[in-house]
């Protein structure tokens, strides 16, 4: 798994093992197959988009709508980036 946000850093496949089972369960209640491909507000600026990819899938949000579990998912991605955030300075987080 790689989480990379809008400033490039990266986090991945450092996941703890409580983070890979919400992973998991939060991949299952997803139905990739049913959501649209792109789900983004043509009409807003500055909005940020996520791309899901997972078992042939593609899935390209800006959280304009309302997407269930996906949205669970990406808050799931979000947390798990943000807990691995080295301070400004700190330089790049590594993987062991």
């Known amino acids: 798994m790689l989480i990379i946000d809008r400033t490039g850093s990266h986090a991945g ?3 703890s093992g409580a983070e890979r ?3 998991g369960s939060l991949l ?6 049913g959501l649209p491909a792109r789900s983004v507000d043509g009409g807003s600026r500055d ?3 996520y791309r899901l990819v997972h078992d042939g899938h593609t899935v390209i949000t800006d959280r304009s709508t309302d997407l269930g ?3 669970d998912l990406i808050d799931h991605l979000e ?3 943000e807990a691995r955030r080295l301070p400004v300075g700190q330089g790049t987080p590594t993987s062991s």
């Open 28 to 33: 299952d209640a997803v139905d990739f197959a």
């Open 79 to 81: 947390r798990c980036r």
């Open 21 to 23: 089972e919400k992973l």
């Open 47 to 49: 909005r940020f988009e």
């Open 69 to 71: 579990p996906a949205d």
């Open 13 to 15: 496949r450092d996941l």
